[in-house]
């Protein structure tokens, strides 16, 4: 029971990381505000449900809605500037949804937060969506969309000269990963039960790309393997608990030194590859 | 709202907006030079906060040298940063969004240490005035804030003297405006770089002992270093007269705001009227563009 939860808890943060690898892995926007769609998807669907008295599905694509045009309000202003104030702006919008949500108290229950919420999703859910998120994002990666937007992430200015329209690429990307992180959100809701404003701040989200990072930006199993270790990592050893987010940052500013490809590299791990590895031996 | 509680609120801003423009300022600093968005100056600032109240608390509770020891100590901890995180990838010649994740990651650090180490209590400096506030006429004004203003102003025109007059400085703006270019002309570029931090340093040890004195030391105290980045956005990245006044604007609007609209709708109103400006005015209030170079 106890190895469930662990797995289930680490499973929903995984959607989270897939959902930033996405953005940052394609297109090398950073985002500090995955927090906010986090809470605004956990949120969306948790009031959808309990409060409009919606059946649980539509709540759930009620979040995904909400996510991605969230993502989208927030794209039209900043994806065609600098990273930096993209960054920036996320950065105030995680901060942002928190205030509003303590602001509207009444229907969120402010510093509260919400509970009460029926436990609909389970481990299967859960594991399935990771399978068909991971999916989508390897497929896009191969098409010819992701990459386009690979190039863009390397250098912008050479791939608008190639004729890649660098603003309309990210906010493709944007809005499909805002609304992953929005879908991982209202999952949270309904498997933790229990949301509240506080539960994803900045440090939060800050997480979530460094975990991308250290996973490395080119494989998509290298950043599934080390957010599965650090989310578990806390859970079997309470001991030092308190001490994992040192030891993840002194380990992130090791590896991006020493090993900037991170630490799986461009490790991807395909049946049609590890087949041929066996042919060939 | 009556017209002495609004100049009273105005004064509680500048005050507030003085200490918001030395984190934008120290924090654009780094922007300039190295083009990227510092996040660990909010982590010079958490150590500053602690290590002023360390001293002033424990070892000797004079205001002045503390502060310029705290002051001095900041300086050399962004020294230290730079030489630990961002001169090995530097030297490689790593993508700018490395040193981003590594400025995040190192706020995180400290903001993490801290939180572990002396996370479950509230630290509060030493009282250095006994008299906490002045009257004039109709007015309260409080001492505190009144030392913070002339702080910041103090600091940031030593720095405008030293940007503008000093070989230093000088060699600072050259790196800014290209990073290249200034290392061919027989600048040690290296050292110009570590120079940098340390200023920024400084600036952030005074920053962390004025936020430590006037409200109290916590591990998220680094956090406020949002306020300055949001002014260094406002006033326009790489303009640090720029983020100067929009320090000032800043802090004024928000204390005004806090009075007229209460504290839980304030930080609303701050960001969404952010992202309408940079919707509309992307380059800040300076209006100093930013080129990208091939």
Known sequence: MFYLKVLEITSLYTILVLGVYLMTGLTGLFSLGQGGFVSIGAYTAAIAFMKLNLPFPVALMMAVVMGAVLGFLIGIPTLRLRRDYFLLVTFCLGEMVRAALLYLAQLTGGALGMAGMPRKVGLPLILISIVFITFILYSLKRSRFGRDCIAVRDDELAASMMGINVFAHKMKVFIISSAITAYGGALYAFNILFIEPNLFNWLESGRLIIITFVGGLNSIAGVIITSAIYYSFGEFFRFIDVWRDVLLALVVILVVIFRPGGLFQGLELLPQKLLSRTERK | MK??????????????????????????????????????????VAICAYFGYFISQHVY????????????????????????????????????????????????????????????????????????????????VSKIYLLMLSISAFVLLILSYILRKTKIGIAIRAASSDIRTPSLMGINIDFVISTAFFFAGILGGVTGYLLGMAFTVDPFIGSMILKGIIAAIIGGMGSLGGGVVAGLLLGVAESLLIAEIGASLTPIVIYASIILLLLIRPEGISGKGYIVKA
């Open chain 2, 3 to 44: 017209i002495n509680l609004i100049l009273q609120q105005l004064l509680n801003g500048i005050s507030l907006g003085g200490v918001y423009a030395l984190m934008a300022v120290g924090f654009g600093l780094i922007f300039n030079v190295l083009k990227f968005s510092n996040f660990s100056h909010g982590g010079v």
């Open chain 2, 61 to 140: 509770p004079n205001f002045i040298v503390t502060l310029i020891l705290t002051a001095i100590v900041g300086g050399f901890i962004g020294v230290i940063i730079e030489k630990l995180i961002f001169r090995p990838i530097r030297l490689k010649g790593a993508p700018l969004t490395l040193f981003l994740v590594n400025s995040i990651t190192a706020a995180m650090l400290v903001q993490q240490f801290f939180a572990v180490m002396w996370g479950d209590n509230y630290y509060p400096y030493p009282e250095f005035i006994k008299e906490t506030a002045i009257h004039i006429g109709e007015f309260t």
